[in-house]
């Protein structure tokens, strides 16, 4: 793949260990082009006047919250896919970051080197989400029964959004299911289309909203 091929992307993180730590299973990642690494928001501000198509955030920086950073750009329509990488789990940080248009949430208790396999979900179309924070999504707006609603999905379509939930990506999907890989990702559109949605987390709230989807074990 030529460089002018790949994927641009920013790192905003204020921690220089950490920050160090991504760049570098970021460079590892033959999709993606490092364009530039922000220490803080007046820096953040800067890199994303480039329009990267990936922004890696915390949102806990020294001069300016990360969530208005997303929701700034989100809103001007730039087309930037911003995934959160914090700390925070929490119903105040994480909801308002996804309201705000982030396309993912994951935690920094993550092993970094699988940040590469996250982005490559974002970029086929998926929403990179830890699955701690999933559950919570979850937890919180179960609020109905699914046999007070109308069910647009199928019963498969629910199966494969029940385990996208949990954090299973497509691989893993298929394999448990038993189905192709491109019928997984046959039935992830079906599922975006149904509910009208872009993305992963969007899909999980949708769903849950519609009391669609429940925590079992698998």
């Known amino acids: 793949m030529k460089q002018s091929e790949k994927h641009t992307?920013?790192?905003?993180?204020?921690?220089?260990?950490?920050?160090?730590?991504?760049?570098?299973?970021?460079?590892?990642?033959?999709?993606?082009?490092?364009?530039?690494?922000?220490s803080s928001y007046a820096e953040a501000i800067e890199l994303l006047?480039?329009?990267p198509d990936i922004a890696l955030i915390d949102l806990d920086l020294p001069d300016g919250n990360g969530i208005d950073l997303i929701?700034?750009?989100?809103?001007?329509?730039?087309?930037?896919?911003?995934?959160?990488m914090t700390v925070f789990d929490d119903d105040k940080h994480v909801i308002p970051a996804l309201e705000a248009g982030a396309s993912g949430y994951l935690l920094k208790d993550m092993p970094f080197d699988e940040l590469g396999s996250m982005i490559?979900?974002?970029?086929?179309?998926?929403?990179?989400?830890?699955?701690?924070?999933?559950?919570k999504l979850l937890k919180r707006f179960h609020t109905q029964p699914?046999?007070?609603?109308?069910?647009?999905?199928?019963?498969?379509?629910q199966e494969v959004l029940q385990l996208m939930s949990k954090g299973f990506n497509y691989n893993e999907t298929a394999s448990h299911l038993r189905l192709s890989y491109h019928t997984v990702i046959s039935h992830v559109r079906?599922?975006?289309?149904?509910l009208a949605v872009h993305s992963r987390s969007?899909?999980?709230?949708?769903?849950?909203q519609l009391g669609l989807l429940h925590i079992k074990k698998f």
């Open 146 to 157: 699914a046999s007070e609603v109308q069910n647009p999905l199928t019963k498969r379509e």
């Open 71 to 84: 929701r700034h750009f989100f809103k001007a329509e730039r087309g930037i896919d911003f995934v959160v």
């Open 120 to 135: 490559s979900l974002l970029l086929s179309g998926g929403s990179p989400i830890s699955p701690i924070i999933a559950r």
């Open 202 to 208: 969007e899909a999980i709230y949708e769903a849950a």
């Open 9 to 38: 992307m920013i790192i905003i993180e204020d921690d220089a260990h950490t920050r160090s730590h991504l760049e570098r299973s970021v460079c590892a990642n033959t999709d993606l082009n490092l364009t530039g690494s922000a």
């Open 190 to 194: 079906k599922i975006y289309d149904k």
């Open 49 to 51: 006047q480039a329009e």
